[in-house]
């Protein structure tokens, strides 16, 4: 089945490590996106990547970092830097992409995310 | 920039019933669009409803209608025949028409449907 594959699903990080999550999609879509989301505080854009090799920051983007090596996959790594990560992270994607926003609809499908946990 | 406002954290309704979800939403643009999206517990966000903001007819998807009232900003979503699968938390979005691939999302509203 088409759809997008996040893991792990749970993962428990002591202070001072990185930790990197997966997100993996076979929708054949160009866009892709990670998002955070904290208890009564909405979603959260972090990064999101219009096409392969390249990626923008969002709103929240100060210690975390992607890669778009493949149109499949869009890891995040939250870096020791990142003052506060326990929090539940969603990773989307889209069509669009160098194609612009024709192909973009405003339909975002998402995988069923990540919680980190910092001990 | 852009703001979503749910006011209502949480919210609960009968099986059968109709209930309104309520979204507002700041803006100076003139073209825009605009979502409902739910989060079942433990399971995937999906897309319910969309709406171009140069649409003057409010969008419906089956059991889910929007009322969109451009002048004062409002977008709600109202689900009629409420049924047990429809618990879940519902966050309001904003898409811009212009530029970018980012959506603005609102804090959420916790729907819970009672049997």
């Given at each position: 089945d088409g759809g997008i594959t996040q893991s792990p699903k749970y993962l428990f990080r002591k202070e001072g490590q990185n930790v990197t999550l997966s997100c993996e999609q076979n929708?054949?879509?160009d866009a892709m996106y990670w998002y955070r989301q904290d208890p009564g505080q909405g979603l959260r854009l972090i990064y999101y990547s219009q096409i392969v090799n390249d990626f923008q920051k969002g709103d929240i983007a100060e210690g975390y970092s992607v890669s778009r090596e493949k149109k499949e996959s869009f890891p995040l790594t939250v870096t020791s830097?990142?003052?506060?990560?326990t929090a539940f992270y969603l990773c989307a994607s889209s069509r669009g992409g160098t194609s612009g926003?024709?192909?973009?609809?405003?339909e975002l499908f998402f995988g069923e995310g990540s919680r980190l946990t910092v001990l | 920039a852009q703001t979503v406002t749910q006011s209502q954290p949480e919210m609960s309704v009968q099986e059968a019933e109709t209930v309104t979800l309520s979204c507002t939403y700041d803006t100076s643009e003139n073209n825009y669009y605009l979502f409902w999206y739910k989060q079942p517990p433990s399971r995937q966000m999906i897309l319910v409803i969309r709406q171009e903001a140069y649409k003057q007819q409010n969008a419906t998807e089956n059991r889910f209608s929007v009322n969109f009232q451009k002048a004062a900003k409002s977008f709600s979503l109202k689900i009629s025949?409420?049924?047990?699968?429809?618990t879940a938390m519902y966050f309001c979005a904003y898409k811009s028409?212009?530029?970018?691939y980012k959506l603005t999302f609102g804090k959420g509203t916790l729907l819970t449907v009672n049997p």
């Amino acid at each position: 089945d088409g759809g997008i594959t996040q893991s792990p699903k749970y993962l428990f990080r002591k202070e001072g490590q990185n930790v990197t999550l997966s997100c993996e999609q076979n929708l054949n879509h160009d866009a892709m996106y990670w998002y955070r989301q904290d208890p009564g505080q909405g979603l959260r854009l972090i990064y999101y990547s219009q096409i392969v090799n390249d990626f923008q920051k969002g709103d929240i983007a100060e210690g975390y970092s992607v890669s778009r090596e493949k149109k499949e996959s869009f890891p995040l790594t939250v870096t020791s830097a990142q003052k506060n990560p326990t929090a539940f992270y969603l990773c989307a994607s889209s069509r669009g992409g160098t194609s612009g926003l024709a192909g973009f609809t405003g339909e975002l499908f998402f995988g069923e995310g990540s919680r980190l946990t910092v001990l | 920039a852009q703001t979503v406002t749910q006011s209502q954290p949480e919210m609960s309704v009968q099986e059968a019933e109709t209930v309104t979800l309520s979204c507002t939403y700041d803006t100076s643009e003139n073209n825009y669009y605009l979502f409902w999206y739910k989060q079942p517990p433990s399971r995937q966000m999906i897309l319910v409803i969309r709406q171009e903001a140069y649409k003057q007819q409010n969008a419906t998807e089956n059991r889910f209608s929007v009322n969109f009232q451009k002048a004062a900003k409002s977008f709600s979503l109202k689900i009629s025949d409420s049924q047990l699968g429809d618990t879940a938390m519902y966050f309001c979005a904003y898409k811009s028409g212009g530029s970018n691939y980012k959506l603005t999302f609102g804090k959420g509203t916790l729907l819970t449907v009672n049997p």
